[in-house]
Every structure is written in C-alpha cells, then in structure tokens.
C-alpha cells in the first residue's frame, strides 16, 4: 500500500550557512506575511530565494547532516515517487513557512507528492500557535494540530495509504502528543537523527483509558494531551 508520511516541519534548514541571505530576509517578515510565503506570493524577491534554497538542496554531493531534518529522514524511508504522498506540518511564522515550501518543492520534485498550497486540501498544512512560548495558545495549537492529522485518519485516506508520522523535524514539544495520537491509533512512527545511519521505525499500539472501540478510540484524545500539560 502507498504511503502517506504526515511531517513536522523545523527551522534547521535556515542555520545553514550557504542561505545566510535567506535567513535576512525573513527577519523583516512577519505572521501577515506566512500565507503569502507558502504560496509563492511574498513579492518578486520570493523567486530569488526559492531559487537559492533550492540550488542549495540540490546539491548532488549534499551530506544527509547538511540537507534538512524532514529530507533526510525520508529519503531513509525509500519513498516511491508517483504513489507515496508527504503532507507536512509547519508553524505559524515566516521561518516555518519558508522551511515547509522549500521542503515541499524538494519533495514533489524528487521524493513523493506533496502539493504547495494554502488550504484544506493541500499537502502544507499551517497549525497556528504551535511554536510559541504562551501555554494557553500553544493549547489550542494542540487542538488544531490532532484536528488536521484526524482529517488524514478518515476513509478517504486510509483506505489508500498506510499513514504513518515522521517527527524527525518541527518543534519538539509537539513530539509528545503527536506520539500519544499514534500510539492510540497504532501508526507506525518514524524517526531520524542526523548523526545515525538507521531509520528508527516502529509500530505503537496502547488501549485507549477510556474506551476500547475503534470508532472512539481518538475523539477525546485532544483533551487528555492538553490536560497532561497541567501537571
């Protein structure tokens, strides 16, 4: 069955060195500016700095340590391009941004599909408040983020693909809950460090506290995450 590798997406990609000029740029950006960013349509410079990631992506002789965390973790996972579909996951700011498009060309370039947008039925997928420092907004980020993987639990999806998490990349505070969702849901988690060889893969599977039935397993998931957050 095809695969459909839902992806959070980090910042590592702006601390290398060869996009210094990039990392500028978006320090004049702002949170107006991400739905414009992921679309393409941040004003005619946005194609000079597309294109400069993209040159430095491409490098043929690129090291995994030096391409981005969410790359390099599926290029461990032998994708095959025309069947497997990558949906990725990035915060609500001008660096996210930045980081999930250039990982999405990348991606529909030479990995599997993963289609640039700024809606539901796309494959970039914006979850608002999901890397911030205030605990009430990051609370409901919680709710957004397991609303959008819910979405990818349906029929129409998992009846096509075999959905599995990559938490190689993105704000690490989210790995705990987005782990709990798949252990509850029994979907394979994949992970990757840079300094390791091996694609750490494995398959959770935990009864649910307060229902066993499968129709029921995760409705109520999103309120015993963020409840743990209290203690």
Known sequence: ?????????????????????????IKYKSATDVDYIITGNSGGEQYHYDSLVQSYLQQPDLLLKDTTAE????????????????VLLFSDTPGGAVCARANAIYINE???????????????????????????KFKRALYKLIDVIKEFQTDQYSSNYDVLFNITGG???????????????????????????LLISFVPNITHPNDSSEDQKSDDLPQILINGTET
């Open 1 to 25: 069955m095809a695969k459909l590798v839902i992806t959070t997406v980090g910042t590592s990609l702006l601390e290398k060195q060869d996009i210094t000029k990039v990392r500028e740029w």
């Open 110 to 136: 030479y990995l599997a599909k993963c289609e640039l947008g700024n809606g539901s039925d796309k494959d970039v997928r914006k979850i608002d408040g999901l890397e911030v420092k205030d605990p009430d």
């Open 171 to 197: 704000y690490k505070g989210a790995i705990p809950y987005i782990s709990m969702y798949a252990f509850v849901e029994g979907n394979k988690i994949v992970y990757f460090h840079a300094d390791g060889e």
């Open 71 to 86: 790359i390099a973790s599926l290029l461990k996972m032998d994708l095959n391009k025309e069947q497997d579909r990558v």
